[in-house]
């Protein structure tokens, strides 16, 4: 193998095998060269160091690069969003990040019915390529029944650490035209940096309503949409 490397290229020659399976180095200046088994070109502007080694193929290639073309599967941050809509029933705690929020009325779910903290779950196992939400927690299996959202949450970030990740920012969006969010904003945000285990400034909380339309602006449900970037610890 004959490599050639400056400051802003790196080539790599594949030579027929050498008779004394030998390797040399050898110190270049820019220009044409040939061996008994390599005819090859330097059109490089510095001083190279060249070292050329037997190779067990006898085909001569040249590649304009070294680095491979496989893209690496660790890769050094992942993009997930999630997405959870809940129909707003009498009779239900309302509860948004793990905070019951003041109510006439609450989320129908299987679970607690916390549109916040599914839709944070579903990012981050998308940002994972693992399951969704509905997957991994069914609604047909009867010990989610009543079970507090966090449990999903802790699950999650168990899984993101378990895979080498922390969260680099989360973005999060409420939409429900009652009950105003205003007040209760600052409690559901530091409750669900303590659930990452994240700090408060990497972790941001917006709440729109819906201009009155559809059953969002009606007050007949509530939706959540969360973009979370994880980075490599």
Wanted: hydrophobic content about 35%.
């Amino acid at each position: 193998m004959a490599t050639a490397t400056n400051l802003y290229t790196s080539y790599s020659i594949i030579a027929t095998k050498a008779h004394n399976n030998k390797s040399v180095s050898l110190s270049l200046q820019p220009g044409t060269y040939t061996t008994s088994h390599v005819k090859f070109t330097l059109p490089i502007q510095k001083r190279t160091g060249l070292s050329i080694s037997a190779a067990s193929t006898a085909a001569t290639q040249v590649e304009g690069s070294a680095t491979s073309s496989k893209a690496s599967r660790t890769l050094p941050f992942r993009v997930g969003h999630g997405f959870d809509l809940h129909r707003l029933e009498p009779g239900y705690p309302l509860i948004i990040g793990g905070i019951d929020v003041p109510h006439d009325r609450g989320c129908e779910a299987h679970s607690d019915g916390d549109v916040l903290l599914h839709c944070v779950v579903d990012a981050i196992l998308g940002a994972l390529g693992l399951p969704d939400i509905g997957q991994i927690f069914p609604d047909s299996d009867p010990k989610w029944k009543g079970a507090p959202s966090s449990v999903f949450i802790k699950e999650a970030v168990r899984l993101m650490h378990e895979a080498g990740y922390e969260i680099g920012n989360l973005d999060a969006t409420l939409i429900l035209q009652r009950p105003k969010l205003s007040p209760h904003k600052e409690s559901i945000r530091a409750n669900l940096s303590e659930l990452l285990g994240a700090d408060p400034s990497v972790v941001n909380l917006k709440a729109k309503t819906h201009e009155k339309v559809d059953s969002l602006g009606e007050n007949r449900s509530i939706a959540a949409h969360t973009v979370v970037l994880l980075m490599k610890k």
